[in-house]
């Protein structure tokens, strides 16, 4: 799967599209990369003419998807099930996002988990990254407590 996100960024003078194409499966991205970079290309050229400007892309490919093992994933929800029954969420469909961490899964196998803890501000909880976002940091011996439980129990 691939999934499309755009944003229009007005400035007096210009215009700008950022698209980002995230993907889940590195395998077939590298299949259709050159054709759907054709079409792009094809497509900010169509514009700009039409619009008699110049169509520019720039591309700025980003992380790969995040592939948790599932051997390794299946034991620290176990380890975690001690510890938190019935506080863990399954996140059942693919995010869309990128992180750091996914290079370390080249290296050695591995499972990507939140800690999720997000504070209600005004009747809101606010996703990670904008200016509102907030945690209760009352619950950050939470994620202390994972790391070590999947630890020693991995150690043992």
């Given amino acids: 799967m ?3 996100k755009a944003d229009f960024v007005n400035n007096p003078g210009e215009g700008i599209v950022k698209a980002i194409a995230l993907r889940f499966n590195t395998e077939l991205f590298s299949k259709i990369k050159v054709p759907l ?5 094809q497509t900010a050229h169509g514009i700009g003419a039409a619009l008699d400007v110049e169509g520019v892309v720039t591309y700025d490919y980003k992380y790969p998807p995040v592939t948790n093992d599932e051997q390794v994933t299946t ?5 975690l099930e001690e510890i ?3 506080h863990l969420v399954e996140v ?3 995010l869309m996002g990128g992180e750091d961490y996914v290079y370390y899964l080249y ?4 499972t990507f988990l939140f800690l999720s803890n997000p504070s209600n501000i005004k009747g809101q909880f606010h996703v990670h990254h904008p200016v509102k976002f907030d945690m ?3 619950l950050f011996y939470m994620a202390t407590a994972a790391f070590v439980k999947v630890a020693l129990d991995y150690l043992n």
Wanted: no cysteine; glycine share 8%; proline share 8%.
């Fill in 136 to 138: 209760d940091e009352s």
């Fill in 2 to 4: 691939i999934q499309l």
């Fill in 84 to 86: 938190f029954s019935g």
């Fill in 107 to 110: 290296e050695a196998p591995g």
């Fill in 92 to 94: 059942e469909e693919p």
């Fill in 75 to 79: 034991e620290v929800v176990n380890s």
């Fill in 37 to 41: 970079d054709r079409k792009i290309v």
